[in-house]
């Protein structure tokens, strides 16, 4: 499952870093689908430090504190902002169709950007 791949990794590196972020799983039911199937695929799950947390971004941040990085942002970010909140979307996968994130992030009135990927690395 690409999710529970990503959520693996991201967490991950994370912990692996000299300076870690706390993170937040968003719109994430204890009871949902999605956490059993993140219980069954990634060993330690449960013990994960992280927020988990039903509510939306709307309903947990304002506006002008949250930035959603979207792959098709034309608003590429050089440097993290400490003040701001990133959101990584769920489904960040090659067959997500394009401006899904970046549509969404408008409809709520939330920033956009997007890592400088294509920029420092390419696909082998």
Do not use: W
């Amino acid at each position: 499952n690409h999710l529970t791949n990503q959520i693996k990794r991201v967490y991950s590196s994370n912990k692996a870093s000299e300076t870690p972020f706390h993170l937040h799983y968003i719109n994430f039911r204890k009871d949902g689908k999605t956490y059993k199937l993140c219980c069954d695929k990634i060993d330690g799950f449960e013990n994960y430090v992280a927020t988990f947390e039903e509510r939306g971004v709307t309903d947990l941040f304002n506006a002008s504190e949250v930035v959603y990085l979207s792959p098709d942002s034309e608003n590429v970010i050089q440097t993290l902002d400490p003040s701001k909140s990133y959101i990584i979307g769920g489904l960040v996968d090659d067959s997500v169709k394009k401006n899904t994130s970046s549509s969404y992030s408008e409809y709520v009135e939330i920033a956009t950007g997007r890592l400088p990927i294509p920029e420092y690395m390419s696909r082998s």
